[in-house]
Antibody, heavy 115, light 106 residues
Framework: QIQLVQSGPELKKPGESLKISCKAS????????MQWVKQAPGKGLQYMGW????????TYADDFKERFVFSLETSASTAYLQINNLKNEDTATYFC????????WGQGVMVTVSS | DIQMTQSPSSMSASLGDRVTITCQAS??????LIWFQQKPGKSPRPMIY???NLANGVPSRFSGSRSGSDYSLTISSLESEDMADYHC????????FGSGTKLEIK
């Protein structure tokens, strides 16, 4: 069955960096783009952008053009989200989701940024 | 950029009530709209695809409709398990989510 399994929760300090993973299984990884979505505590879903799993080309939504990096390890069917220079407002759950019609989602990674 | 205006932001209804949530698109998105249900601590679950098509395993009390640029999710007879947040998403041009609706049971 199709699954997206994300890495575990993170507790970081402001200014630090982190890298979240999203491992896909049950389908051909390069057949579908990978989307990234942020959900701050008690808030709605915010689109961060996507990465073309065939070319590795990332596309970032306007609010995520600085400090955020999407990458791939295609041989491991894994997508990554790196956040640099963490800020308190990065505290959120981060989801990966497959394809344009986002039928499959990871379980989410809760990131807490606090001094 | 395409904006999705979702309403209401929250609502309270009784078991058995008919409930409707609406999203309005700022540009033409055709039927490229999905409705999600999200329960606390869980990932969003697709409920309706292509504006009107029920996803696999979704109860038939859920339905989607479109009138011009207005898209609606309707629950015909509210059940307790329907208490959740609901989100619309357009995928005509990149992705844009609505602001979400919190549905509570009276």
């Amino acid at each position: 069955q199709i699954q997206l399994v994300q890495s575990g929760p993170e507790l970081k300090k402001p200014g630090e960096s982190l890298k979240i993973s999203c491992k896909a299984s049950g389908y051909t990884f390069t057949d579908y783009a990978m989307q990234w979505v942020k959900q701050a505590p008690g808030k709605g879903l915010q689109y961060m952008g996507w990465i073309n799993t065939q070319t590795g080309k990332p596309t970032y939504a306007d609010d995520f053009k600085e400090r955020f990096v999407f990458s791939l390890e295609t041989s491991a069917s894994t997508a990554y989200l790196q956040i640099n220079n963490l800020k308190n407002e990065d505290t959120a759950t981060y989801f990966c989701a497959r394809g344009t019609v986002v039928a499959y989602w990871g379980q989410g990674v809760m990131v807490t940024v606090s001094s | 950029d395409i904006q999705m205006t979702q309403s209401p932001s929250s609502m309270s209804a009784s078991l058995g009530d008919r409930v409707t949530i609406t999203c309005q698109a700022s540009q033409d998105i055709g039927n490229n709209l999905i409705w999600f249900q999200q329960k606390p601590g869980k990932s969003p679950r697709p409920m309706i695809y292509y504006a009107t098509n029920l996803a696999n395993g979704v109860p038939s009390r859920f339905s989607g409709s479109r009138s011009g640029s207005d898209y609606s999710l309707t629950i015909s007879s509210l059940e307790s398990e329907d208490m959740a947040d609901y989100h619309c998403l357009q995928y005509k041009q990149y992705l844009t989510f609505g602001s979400g609706t919190k549905l509570e049971i009276k």
